[in-house]
């Protein structure tokens, strides 16, 4: 029986887990579950108790389904992003994880977060992809972008504009609202400045989304199968899902088709800065990976290794 490894991504909204063999990469589970270990925290910056609670539940959740597998906790790996770099209290966490779970996560900062990503992304695309490309992954406290072309990496930054940090500051009443738009596009613009300045010398034809958001984009255009390891979106019918969701308040929005209840409260925040990206740069061509973080940490730091019988 060939030996397995667990790779757990814990984001700021949510928490995912792979596990694949150590000798090749297949996914034998995939789990999310939505944590929010960042809500409350985005302003003060201080992980709550409750939200502690909610994460070391699904740890605990992660590390039963891994054993059950026969899983090694040697072969366990924790990646903390956005919130845990960020939060005051983090080490506090940490240390209460490990005490309880026997889990130790590594906190790794935006670059390498993006590193992995792109090494996801990059083994999900069709063999030979030469284009311009851009990669974004909307997490919930930050989002990372790639610029690449071929096998060269033009570019690569981290910016702290996640879905649940706009959220927090740009809502009315804790909802969406079309007129916070205005302030939220300056905003984002300010934030946002160095990386379109690259991205206009450079040119990318095609924006090529992450997982998180972009995957309930694809459950929107209800295509049918099962999720590809990537595929090209359908522009036009995003944008006209966008401005219908744009439009409904959150308990309508749950409702809408596709749409997973725990993405509601902050998608229209993430389709901003897809629709935002796409018309700044005039890309007109679009696609989706399911490969992102997880994904790439497999193929960047476990790749060599070789399984023991």
């Known amino acids: 029986m060939s030996k397995i490894c667990a790779i757990a991504d814990l984001g700021t909204n949510t928490f995912q887990l792979l596990i694949s063999p150590l000798s090749e990469f297949r996914v034998e589970?995939?789990?999310?579950?939505?944590?929010?270990?960042?809500?409350?925290?985005?302003?003060?910056?201080?992980?709550?108790?409750?939200?502690?609670?909610?994460?070391?539940?699904c740890l605990a959740e992660f590390k039963q389904v891994f054993l059950a597998k026969g899983g090694d906790l040697n072969h366990f790996y924790a990646i903390g992003t956005s919130i845990l770099r960020r939060a005051s209290n983090s080490k506090e966490f940490q240390e209460r994880v490990f005490f309880e779970l026997g889990i130790l996560i590594h906190i790794i900062d935006g670059i390498q977060e993006a590193e992995?990503?792109?090494?996801?992304?990059?083994n999900s695309l069709p063999e030979r992809w030469e284009k311009t490309s851009l990669v974004m992954d909307i997490g919930g406290g930050s989002v990372e972008f790639i610029l690449f072309k071929g096998q060269k990496v033009l570019y690569r930054v981290s910016l702290e504009i996640g879905g649940l940090r706009l959220k927090s500051l740009f809502s009315v009443e804790n909802e969406f609202n079309l007129s916070v738009v205005p302030d939220l596009d300056a905003y984002?613009?300010?934030?946002?400045?160095?990386?379109?300045?690259?991205?206009?010398?450079?040119k990318p034809t095609v924006l090529i989304g992450a997982a998180g958001a972009f995957e309930t984009i694809l459950d929107i255009e209800n295509r049918p199968?099962?999720?590809?390891?990537?595929?090209e979106l359908d522009v036009p019918a995003f944008l006209q899902h966008k401005t219908n969701l744009d439009a409904l308040r959150y308990e309508d929005r749950v409702g809408y088709p596709g749409m997973k209840a725990f993405r509601?409260?902050?998608?229209p925040y993430a389709t901003f800065l897809v629709e935002k990206v796409l018309r700044e740069l005039a890309i007109n061509e679009l696609w989706f990976?399911?490969?992102?973080?997880?994904?790439?940490f497999w193929f960047t730091e476990l790749q060599s290794s070789v399984s023991q019988p």
């Open 289 to 296: 990976s399911s490969y992102s973080l997880k994904e790439g």
């Open 188 to 202: 984002v613009s300010k934030e946002m400045k160095s990386l379109l300045e690259v991205c206009n010398e450079a």
């Open 29 to 57: 589970e995939h789990l999310q579950r939505p944590v929010g270990l960042g809500m409350g925290a985005m302003e003060e910056v201080i992980l709550q108790e409750d939200a502690m609670n909610r994460a070391i539940t």
């Open 116 to 122: 992995y990503i792109y090494a996801g992304i990059r």
């Open 225 to 231: 199968g099962d999720t590809p390891a990537s595929c």
């Open 264 to 267: 509601a409260s902050i998608f």
